[in-house]
T-cell receptor
Framework: GDSVTQMEGPVTLSEEAFLTINCTYT??????LFWYVQYPGEGLQLLLK?????DKGSNKGFEATYRKETTSFHLEKGSVQVSDSAVYFC???????????FGTGTSLTVIP | DAGITQSPRHKVTETGTPVTLRCHQT?????MYWYRQDPGHGLRLIHY???????DKGEVSDGYSVSRSKTEDFLLTLESATSSQTSVYFC????????????????FGAGSRLTVL
C-alpha cells in the first residue's frame, strides 16, 4: 500500500544553517505530495505541496521538488531561523485524492 | 484553526469509561478524518467520512466508532477507554472530489489531548 518514509530526528541546527529533511514514498499511480509543519501545542499546517512530477512546492523559504524517478520529496531551506523550530511531516494523498498517508515526523530545533 | 473546532481540547478519564470527541467544521467540506498522534508513529488514521452517514475505517480503528449525522459534525467515540488510547486526537477536513479537482489539502483542527488513567 501507499506509505511515506522520512528522516528520523531530532535534528538540531544553528541559525542560518542549511536544512534538508529527506522523504521518500511508495505509491501506486500519481500521488500528490505535501509537507506539513506542527508548532508546539498546535495542529498541523500545510507548508507546501506538489501535485505532479517535477513540480516544486515552495513557501516561507522552504522548497521541495517532486522527483518521480527517485520517489522522493525532500524538504530544504537555505537558512533556518529559530522560528522554524517545529515538527515537519511529509505526506502523500492517494491516486483518488481522498486518502492521506503521513511519515512519522522530524523534529527540528534551531539554536541561536 | 480556521473553520474547525475540536472539543474538548483536554480530557482526563478512567479506564472503561466512554468518551466522545467532537469535530465541528464551518467549511462545508465533504471529507472529515480522525487521526491520532503518538510519538514514533506520526499520524495514524482512525476513521474517515465521505458524507453524511458515510464512514469507513482507517488503519487503527479497533476500539473506536464514529458518526456523522450532519455535514458539519464528526464524532469519535471510545466505547470503553483504555490506557493505550491515551493520545492526541486530530480532526481534519478536505474538500474531496479526487485529483481532477486539484490536490486535495487536509486542514487540521487544534487537537484534543486525551489521557486515560
Amino acid at each position: 500500500g501507499d506509505s511515506v518514509t522520512q528522516m528520523e530526528g531530532p535534528v538540531t541546527l544553528s541559525e542560518e544553517a542549511f536544512l534538508t529533511i529527506n522523504c521518500t514514498y511508495t505509491a501506486t499511480g500519481y500521488p500528490s505530495l505535501f509537507w506539513y509543519v506542527q508548532y508546539p501545542g498546535e495542529g498541523l499546517q500545510l507548508l507546501l505541496k506538489a501535485t505532479k512530477a517535477d513540480d516544486k512546492g515552495s513557501n516561507k523559504g522552504f522548497e521541495a521538488t517532486y522527483r518521480k524517478e527517485t520517489t522522493s520529496f525532500h524538504l530544504e531551506k537555505g537558512s533556518v531561523q529559530v522560528s522554524d523550530s517545529a515538527v515537519y511531516f511529509c505526506a502523500l494523498s492517494s491516486n483518488t485524492g481522498n486518502q492521506f498517508y503521513f511519515g512519522t515526523g522530524t523534529s527540528l530545533t534551531v539554536i541561536p | 484553526d480556521a473553520g474547525i473546532t475540536q472539543s474538548p481540547r483536554h480530557k482526563v478519564t478512567e479506564t472503561g469509561t466512554p468518551v466522545t470527541l467532537r469535530c465541528h467544521q464551518t467549511e462545508n467540506h465533504r471529507y472529515m478524518y480522525w487521526y491520532r498522534q503518538d510519538p514514533g508513529h506520526g499520524l495514524r488514521l482512525i476513521h474517515y467520512s465521505y458524507g453524511v452517514k458515510d464512514t469507513d475505517k482507517g488503519e487503527v480503528s479497533d476500539g473506536y466508532s464514529v458518526s456523522r449525522s450532519k455535514t458539519e459534525d464528526f464524532l469519535l467515540t471510545l466505547e470503553s477507554a483504555t490506557s493505550s488510547q491515551t493520545s492526541v486526537y486530530f480532526c481534519a477536513i478536505s474538500l474531496g472530489g479526487g485529483l481532477s479537482s486539484g490536490a486535495n489539502v487536509l486542514t487540521f483542527g487544534a487537537g484534543s489531548r486525551l489521557t486515560v488513567l
